[in-house]
């Protein structure tokens, strides 16, 4: 008899608290705060090396957020797929050239938020907060810890040549090599046995092309590639 009196009360209680809680994840406050972690913590994540806080804060973030709305009945499957394709484009924009992919990646976030806001002029001002947060948090850790660690760390130079430990340089004109980044148009190059830091006349050249000497100004390295694998592929 008891179990009959009291189950029904403890869905009612259960069932209150979990509109509560869809009430609380989804108001402007918290989206805000939300928000601003999630995007600063993934962010922050990409300049320093290993998986920690920043990551695990950012997804945790993002996840709470994401489970408030699709309680509350704001996100729909098409928006968690549009969420998710954002996601996933901005991403890749760090290893494809141009921008247009995290142009189409940022697009397809702030078009997946908006669609899943109760109140999109409240989206507007917690996206424009978390942003600046954001930039700010990503500003204090490259002063910390600067571009060398984390994602960016292939793509930058680790050993920087001194003037003392230059070869000379008109000696390498015409000489043959291998971009070991891309080149947009800097970055780094093997050139016989040597990494250094070369830039191209403006054309991006791909990871792994082979590259020539066309010729040097003072300490700079002008190449031009001799086959570019972006192109040939």
Excluded: C
Excluded at 9 to 38: D, Y
Excluded at 39 to 62: D, K
Excluded at 97 to 111: D, K, N, R
Aim: glycine share 10%; proline share 4%; aromatic share 6%.
């Amino acid at each position: 008899m008891l179990q009959y009196i009291t189950l029904p009360s403890l869905q009612t209680a259960m069932h209150s608290f979990s509109e509560t809680m869809q009430t609380w994840i989804t108001s402007p406050v918290l989206v805000t705060i939300l928000l601003s972690i999630a995007f600063a913590g993934l962010a922050v994540e990409m300049f320093t090396p290993g998986f920690g806080a920043g990551g695990i804060l950012g997804i945790t973030a993002g996840g709470i957020f994401l489970y408030g709305h699709i309680a509350a009945g704001l996100a729909t499957n098409t928006d968690i797929l549009l969420l998710t394709a954002a996601i996933i484009l901005l991403v890749l924009e760090l290893f494809v050239p141009g921008g247009i992919v995290g142009i189409l990646g940022m697009v397809g976030l702030l078009w997946a938020l908006f669609r899943m806001s109760a109140d999109r002029a409240d989206m507007m001002i917690s996206v424009s907060i978390a942003f600046i947060v954001t930039i700010v948090a990503v500003i204090y850790v490259i002063r910390i810890v600067g571009f060398e660690k984390g994602m960016f760390k292939p793509m930058i130079l680790q050993d920087t040549l001194r003037p003392d430990t230059l070869p000379s340089l008109t000696s390498i004109i015409g000489k043959h090599g291998e971009a070991k980044t891309p080149l947009r148009p800097s970055g780094v190059a093997e050139i016989e046995s040597r990494v250094m830091d070369v830039i191209t006349e403006g054309r991006y050249v791909a990871k792994g092309s082979e590259i020539v000497v066309i010729r040097t100004e003072g300490t700079k390295i002008i190449v031009s590639p001799v086959t570019n694998k972006e192109e040939t592929e």
